[in-house]
């Protein structure tokens, strides 16, 4: 097998640039697609090459179908992606429903990114230091020219924690870059190792397919950018080596996060805790309610120090440690979905009555490996202390929050069930009345009138019930983008157009 060729991929589909602190995210208007072409010819994009030293800066760049438009890309091109991407996640009302972005989450109220509203382009800048002189470097030359600022979405560092003080980035997939994983399926072990197909575009996914890309008759590549499909060696692949990029502005209510819970605890700090550790399913510092154990997890290697991630739900089939409706156990079911750990209404109506859960293999839910996306958020505004955060803000304060930024192969299998059928869903692994305790829309949710409640298994004991759970999270904008490969970014810069793609 020919090696993988890393330079042709931009680099935030392999780091996540933890060392470079500082990020700006600029989401563009392509204002003359000349002078857009020229900048992208000499851009620095950032690569997923293994660079000594590392990089102090990386520049990233990717674009919305109106983009690619905007940039001249033809339509029968286009019209290669997936309906999501083309659509856009304030497309249709149904994604806004199935996405829980209702009420004060509607895209009609976005700051940006609203309905008929998407950026042309994301340019995301990362920094070590002097974010504000790289940002001169790269918005040099023609970049005056070529577009117009919508908006800037400034980040922060808040040390490895997310806004409401929770340590974040610990559980992502393992993406089998060399492509020598076994045969998906074959084992029934809960593996954190994923097909590059889930990641990249042009590769086989974990149900060893292709996933659709626009690919090109070669008539419409003279200069040679491109590369084979590798599925379809006759047509050259515009997708290969790219992959989709989620981006979206959540805005955290931190103070009416802790507010709730020590109301919840009854002022009892140590149990205010223990309760925000129950609704996120890792305590403050990370470490998991399950403590790891069991045989080693494919893909899995915990770093001295830091919180775990080589941990299973074996250990716990009452959800007693870590509670059924845990966003970490939404978010990452890991091998919940396996037989033997059943789902379902019979199973959260036994867990609901101090049952224990019967060994039934009811609806369960879909395989975890299929649904994993890898996540690249960065946080914006100033941090506060879950103690500061008990107290009245001062008028006017600045919103904090997270831009939740994530990369995958396909929007609507990843992304889009991950958020419908597991966040928002209020009949995740047979509970009823609760969505997400931290991303969750309070609103209605079909035949779901109430969703506010959280459920918190006890052993041999009837689960205590939080209600009147509030919305913490109000989505404030986001966009789907394709983040094209370095060759695919050297084709349009020339400009490349066809009608002959297929």
Same mark, same amino acid.
């Given at each position: 097998m020919t090696p993988f060729d890393y330079s042709d991929v931009q680099g935030l589909a392999a780091y996540g640039y933890a060392k470079l602190v500082e990020a700006r995210f600029c #989401?563009?208007?392509?204002?003359?697609?000349?002078?857009?072409?020229?900048?992208?010819?000499? !851009?620095?994009?950032?690569?997923? &090459?293994?660079?000594?030293?590392?990089? &102090?800066?990386? #520049?990233?760049? !990717?674009?919305?179908?109106?983009?690619l438009r905007a940039m001249g890309v033809a339509e029968s091109t286009i019209a290669g992606f997936s309906d999501e991407f083309l659509q856009g996640v304030a497309g249709p009302a149904s994604r806004s429903r199935r996405l829980g972005d209702t009420g004060a989450s509607d895209p009609a109220r976005w700051l940006w990114g609203g309905p008929g509203q998407p950026p042309d382009l994301v340019v995301m800048l990362y920094a070590k230091a002097k974010l504000e002189a790289w940002t001169q470097v790269v918005q040099s030359g023609p970049w005056s020219d070529a577009f117009d600022v919508l908006t800037t979405l400034e980040t922060s560092d808040m040390g490895g924690h997310e806004p409401f003080g929770f340590a974040d980035g610990i559980s992502q997939p393992a993406f089998d870059w060399e492509r020598q994983r076994p045969v998906p399926g074959t084992t029934t072990a809960y593996d954190n190792r994923g097909a590059l197909g889930e990641l990249l575009l042009g590769y086989p996914n974990e149900y060893n397919k292709y996933t659709d890309r626009p690919l090109l008759e070669p008539a419409a590549d003279p200069a040679g950018d491109l590369l084979p499909a590798d599925d379809d060696p006759a047509r050259k692949d515009f997708g290969r080596n790219g992959t989709y990029l989620v981006l979206r502005q959540l805005e955290q209510d931190v103070r009416g996060f802790w507010q709730y819970l020590d109301q919840a605890a009854e002022g009892n700090a140590r149990q205010r805790y223990r309760l925000g550790a129950a609704m996120v399913g890792r305590t403050v510092d990370g470490d998991p309610l399950i403590p790891p154990s069991?045989?080693?997890?494919? =893909?899995?290697?915990?770093k001295p120090g830091q919180p775990s991630n080589a941990f299973t739900y074996d250990q716990d089939p009452q959800g007693v440690q870590c509670p059924f409706g845990a966003h970490i156990r939404r978010a990452n079911p890991r091998n919940a979905d396996l037989f033997g750990h059943p789902g379902g209404v019979i199973a959260g109506l036994a867990s609901r009555l101090g049952i224990p859960r019967p060994r039934l293999h009811d609806d369960l839910m879909a395989s975890t490996r299929f649904h994993r996306v890898l996540r690249r958020g960065r946080e914006y505004g100033v941090s506060i202390t879950p103690e500061e955060a008990l107290k009245p803000g001062p008028p006017g304060a600045a919103p904090r929050?997270?831009?939740? !930024?994530? #990369?995958?192969a396909n929007i609507l299998r990843q992304f889009e069930f991950v958020q +419908?059928?597991?966040?928002?869903?209020?009949?995740?692994?047979?509970?009823?009345?609760?969505?997400?305790?931290? #991303?969750? +829309? %309070?609103a209605p949710v079909g035949d779901c009138p109430v969703t506010g409640y959280f459920?918190?298994?006890?052993?041999?004991?009837?689960? %205590?019930?939080?209600?009147?759970?509030?919305?913490?999270?109000?989505?404030? =904008?986001? !966009?789907?983008?394709?983040?094209?490969?370095?060759?695919?970014? %050297?084709?349009?810069?020339?400009?490349?157009?066809?009608s002959s793609a297929q």
């Open positions: #989401l563009l208007r392509i204002r003359d697609a000349a002078a857009a072409r020229a900048w992208i010819a000499s !851009a620095p994009v950032s690569t997923a &090459e293994r660079r000594q030293p590392p990089p &102090e800066t990386a #520049l990233h760049i !990717a674009f919305t179908a109106q983009g069991g045989p080693a997890i494919a =893909g899995v290697t915990d929050g997270l831009h939740f !930024a994530c #990369l995958c +419908n059928a597991w966040l928002m869903s209020t009949k995740f692994d047979g509970l009823t009345d609760e969505s997400d305790p931290l #991303l969750g +829309n %309070r459920s918190i298994p006890r052993e041999g004991k009837l689960p %205590r019930r939080l209600s009147s759970v509030p919305q913490f999270i109000t989505v404030r =904008g986001g !966009a789907y983008f394709f983040m094209p490969s370095l060759r695919a970014l %050297r084709y349009m810069a020339r400009g490349g157009r066809s």
